[in-house]
Nanobody, 121 residues
Framework: QVQLVESGGGSVQAGGSLRLSCAAS???????MGWFRQAPGKEREEVAV???????IYADSVKGRFTISRDYSKNTFYLQMDSLKPEDTAIYYCAAGSVTLGFCPRQFAYWGQGIQVTVSS
């Protein structure tokens, strides 16, 4: 079982930046990891997820503003969010799934508890 813990959320004004962290309880070398978010009254949506071969796919709404990265030595991956907009306000979740036969899973088995990001205009 992999535990994921997000940190780095909070409140920021439009145009500002935040960096979310997701710390895993185990090595991430065999994990594919992604970020999702859920705004009030809306369904959860993908923010940045890996395709089957591990390339990062960003939602159109965040392309050019958000960047995912990872630090294998810290078992942590990140979501750098720049030029934030009020519509980015949501609870953000990190998720992970095990690499199988060299491919990322289609669904993620492990989820963090979520962290609030609020962007004011």
């Amino acid at each position: 079982q992999v535990q994921l813990v997000e940190s780095g959320g909070g409140s920021v004004q439009a145009g500002g930046s935040l960096r979310l962290s997701c710390a895993a309880s185990t090595s991430t070398s065999q994990l594919c990891m992604g970020w999702f978010r859920q705004a009030p009254g809306k369904e959860r949506e993908e923010v940045a997820v890996p395709d089957r071969v591990g390339r990062s796919i960003y939602a159109d709404s965040v392309k050019g503003r958000f960047t995912i990265s990872r630090d294998y030595s810290k078992n942590t991956f990140y979501l750098q969010m720049d030029s934030l907009k009020p519509e980015d306000t949501a609870i953000y979740y990190c998720a992970a799934g095990s690499v199988t036969l060299g491919f990322c899973p289609r669904q993620f088995a492990y989820w963090g508890q979520g962290i609030q990001v609020t962007v004011s205009s």
